[in-house]
């Protein structure tokens, strides 16, 4: 399905961006914009907004992980405690 129709960008390929954002740096914060970005266009009327938020928030790879959810290895240390006294 054809998402913004300025730059023929379809559901598909939005998908396909974040996937691909989100398996290259598992921190970053995935805008609209780094999407146009990463499929080489730019976003022109805006008209497709909606739907096209409404797609990138509906993948699976959209959000952040939390530290619970990686393997220990990717954990940030736990803080040293301090001995008081
Ligand atoms: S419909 Fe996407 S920029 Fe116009």
Redesign the pocket.
């Given at each position: 399905m054809i998402?913004?129709?300025?730059?023929s960008?379809s559901d598909h390929e939005i998908r396909a961006a974040v996937k691909w954002m989100r398996a290259a740096d598992p921190d970053t914060i995935i805008t609209p914009g780094k999407i146009y970005h990463a499929l080489g266009k730019r976003?022109?009327?805006?008209?497709?907004?909606p739907l096209?938020l409404s797609t990138m928030r509906g993948c699976e790879e959209f959000g952040v992980q939390t530290a619970q959810d990686r393997p220990p290895v990717l954990r940030s240390p736990a803080p040293a405690k301090r001995a008081i006294g």
């Open positions: 998402v913004c129709h300025c730059l960008i976003a022109d009327c805006g008209g497709c907004m096209f």
